[in-house]
């Protein structure tokens, strides 16, 4: 009996034991935080709210707002099973509220058994301000002739500082940059393959809180034509140009599929790369509104927008449209800056061969292609003029000459009217002053 005893009273000490050992030492707190962090929002700002627990996980959230006598509950999630992280989301829509400053209460609580299974309880308290009048914008430009392919630029003043402004064509967003006047300029491009009664800018500025105004501004889209050709390769292209893409597509043998790889996987891949650099654009200009250099005694070749049928043994086998100028001097010519501006490519780059990318900020950048040699590093600064290599035929071209490209926020855009300073100063400098 008195075994039996002594066995009971173990257990009651194990078990009270491990109770106590969860009670206390299970009281961390779960993490919890509000995305985004600002001071003033929008009733239409879209909020989150994370919480995390990696030892026994979320079992609640709960968000709830304040403004003088009224309280509203926003969120109020049970997990079952508990998760490690949760997450929510939520807007003030529909809450009320004026108008001002409001509270806001978020709690979070574990699953642990402290506090006899009440678990951990976290409050974040934050006051915030409600703002919703959007911002105004004032344009300052008056004409905003744009060719199809070529590039816009606005000049426009904001009542307030923004997260964001700039210019909306179809789903691409062209940001604005500030300058020394107050005012922001923004380029924007009129896509080769939008057709012109699509084009309709629009300018876009939301405020810090969340707020957006979007407006129509006079503008002209102004068509183009663009000529069609005919390009043959050949078996004796195929064997000089495709070994360098080997490495690309080892598991590919015949060439004329490699070319069509190239000539469409690899372009729309160092067309997103050029995107991306463009959305890194220093926001100062280096740029001093001066007519593009052009390279020196060069003739033109193939344009901007031409549109390309690709042949193979009498059938074809592609369709790409041409999107810079071609120049062609003599060979191995030195190739100059356009303008002033900062390396942000040199190397192999692709269909384009050996190139250098040049930011020129505010979104403008220009590429040198199918170089046989590149003069310069990344990170380097470079002056209207200064050398960057030498001309060449690497990358897809078929002879020595320059592929010269202008881009606009990552989009290709024609390069013929940065060559017009006629054009730069009534479309361009004057938004600037």
């Given at each position: 009996m008195k075994k039996v005893f002594f066995l009971t009273l173990l257990v009651c000490l194990?078990?009270?034991?491990?109770?106590?050992?969860?009670?206390?030492?299970?009281?961390?707190?779960?993490?919890?935080?509000?995305?985004?962090?600002?001071?003033n929002v929008s009733p239409k700002r879209e909020y989150t709210v994370e919480a995390s627990d990696k030892g026994s996980g979320i079992r609640s959230l709960r968000v709830i707002v304040g403004q003088g006598d009224k309280r509203i509950t926003l969120l109020d999630k049970a997990y079952s099973p508990a998760p490690p992280q949760a997450a929510e989301t939520f807007t003030l829509e529909g809450a009320g509220l004026k108008d001002g400053p409001f509270d806001i209460d978020i709690t979070a609580t574990d699953n642990s058994i402290y506090?006899?299974?009440?678990?951990?309880?976290?409050?974040?308290?934050?006051?915030?301000?409600?703002?919703?009048?959007?911002?105004?914008?004032?344009?300052?430009?008056q004409a905003h002739n744009v060719r199809q392919g070529g590039v816009g630029c606005i000049a426009y003043s904001v009542s307030e500082e923004t997260e964001s402004s700039g210019v909306l064509v179809g789903d691409i967003f062209s940001p604005g940059f500030k300058i020394a006047n107050g005012r922001y300029v923004c380029f924007f491009p009129f896509p080769l393959t939008m057709?012109?009664?699509?084009?309709?800018p629009r300018l876009r500025a939301v405020d810090l809180a969340g707020n957006e105004r979007v407006v129509d501004f006079r503008n002209q889209a102004i068509p183009?034509?663009?000529?069609?050709?005919?390009?043959?390769?050949?078996?004796g292209f195929l064997q000089a140009k495709m070994p360098q893409y080997f490495e690309a597509y080892p598991g590919i043998k015949d060439l004329v599929e490699i070319y069509i790889k190239v000539?469409?996987?690899?372009r729309r891949e160092n067309a997103v790369t050029l995107r991306e650099l463009g959305a890194k654009s220093a926001?100062?200009?280096?740029?001093?509104?001066?007519?593009?250099l052009r390279l020196p005694n060069a003739a033109p070749m193939a344009a901007f927008g031409d549109r390309r049928t690709y042949m193979y043994q009498g059938r074809e086998i592609d369709r790409q449209v041409h999107m810079g100028q071609d120049l062609a001097s003599l060979a191995n010519a030195q190739v100059p800056a356009a303008a002033s501006g900062k390396v942000i490519l040199a190397g192999f780059f692709g269909i384009y061969g050996l190139a250098v990318v040049l930011d020129h900020g505010m979104g403008l950048q220009t590429i040198y292609s199918h170089l046989s040699q590149i003069a310069v590093?990344?990170?380097?600064?470079?002056?209207?003029?200064?050398?960057?290599?030498?001309?060449?035929a690497t990358g897809l071209a078929g002879g020595d000459h320059l592929h010269f490209?202008?881009?606009?926020?990552?989009?290709?855009?024609?390069?013929?009217?940065?060559?017009?300073?006629?054009?730069?100063?009534?479309n361009v400098a004057d938004r600037f002053k």
């Open positions: 194990v078990l009270g034991g491990a109770a106590g050992y969860f009670f206390l030492t299970d009281g961390e707190m779960p993490f919890v935080s509000l995305r985004p962090d600002t001071p506090s006899f299974g009440a678990g951990n309880t976290v409050l974040l308290h934050k006051t915030l301000t409600l703002d919703s009048t959007p911002p105004v914008v004032d344009i300052a430009s057709e012109p009664g699509d084009f309709k183009r034509k663009f000529k069609a050709d005919t390009m043959n390769v050949s078996d000539n469409n996987d690899m926001p100062e200009l280096f740029w001093d509104k001066k007519a593009f590093k990344e990170g380097d600064m470079v002056k209207r003029g200064d050398i960057l290599g030498n001309t060449g490209g202008v881009m606009v926020h990552g989009i290709e855009v024609s390069p013929v009217e940065w060559w017009d300073q006629h054009w730069i100063d009534d």
